[in-house]
């Protein structure tokens, strides 16, 4: 059973401290420690709120593309959105409030990056973590619209995207403008625990049951009006159990 011992465990705060945790990874300045090689998976979105659909895809990813951290990060907005989320703050505590797992780093990197769009975060990561084998993750419904995200096939040259679909998605997912002009760089999913370790680009497309649940639907039914109503309508917690190393709970009280 693998236990995070770092004093300057990030999943309660992202503290600004230096050391080693008991895998020699190093915290530098307040970003997630990172050792060589590692495999990183990097789920970002604004998290408006966060929810058990996203501790699903995380839990997915990290067994089925073997990777050995997923960090969360947490954009202050959306360039595509016209309204802007909740407070960063309080996305951030609500998001530490349903992971508590070594292997989940939830971050704020684009603010302390000063990055706007997902390109510009991407390759400031791997400026500062060359050693570091990131996998950029999302949901189909993104990969549809890809085409339209600043310099997308920027992004597909940086690194390899893990995509997890519905099964009624992956038709409109496997044609979308990105998957058609990218085809030949597409790895079978039987293949998808080495996607990490490719060169980019490279592109796996991973198809299973998903949880009916959305950020926009909670703030509809107005759970997301406060930290405390939120905390009071769900509670999931991804953590280690002796199984197989991933337990989650999840509660609503609609």
């Known amino acids: 059973q693998e236990r995070d011992i770092h004093p300057c465990n990030p999943l309660i705060r992202f503290l600004r401290c230096t050391g080693e945790n008991r895998h020699g990874e ?11 090689g ?23 990813a990290l067994r089925r593309f073997q990777l050995d951290r997923v960090w969360w990060l947490i954009s202050p907005g959306n360039p595509l959105k016209t309204i802007g989320p909740a ?35 991407l390759r400031a990561l791997r400026l500062r973590y060359p050693l570091v084998r990131f996998v950029w993750l999302m949901g189909a419904d993104n990969l549809v619209q890809f085409h339209r995200w600043e310099d997308w096939d920027g992004i597909m040259m940086q690194m390899p995207l893990g995509i997890m679909a519905r099964p ?30 490719r060169q980019a680009p490279a592109w796996s497309l991973l198809t299973g049951r998903m949880l009916a649940v959305s950020s926009s639907e909670i703030r509809a039914a107005r759970y997301w009006t406060s930290l405390a109503r939120y905390s ?21 009280a609609r």
């Open 26 to 36: 190093r915290d530098i300045y307040g970003f997630p420690p990172t050792s060589p």
């Open 38 to 60: 590692l495999r990183v998976g990097l789920l970002g979105g604004s998290f408006d709120p966060p929810h058990e659909g996203h501790v699903h895809i995380t839990r997915w």
């Open 87 to 121: 407070p960063l703050e309080r996305r951030i505590q609500a998001a530490n409030s349903l992971v508590a797992h070594p292997r989940v780093i939830v971050t704020d990197l684009e603010r302390r990056l000063g990055t706007r769009y997902t390109s510009e975060t």
């Open 168 to 197: 009624e998605e992956q038709v409109s997912a496997g044609m979308s403008h990105a998957a058609r002009k990218y085809a030949r760089f597409r790895l079978n999913p039987r293949r998808s625990s080495g996607l990490a370790l």
């Open 232 to 252: 009071a309508s769900r509670s999931v917690i991804l953590r280690t159990s002796s199984s197989d190393g991933f337990a989650m709970f999840a509660s609503s």
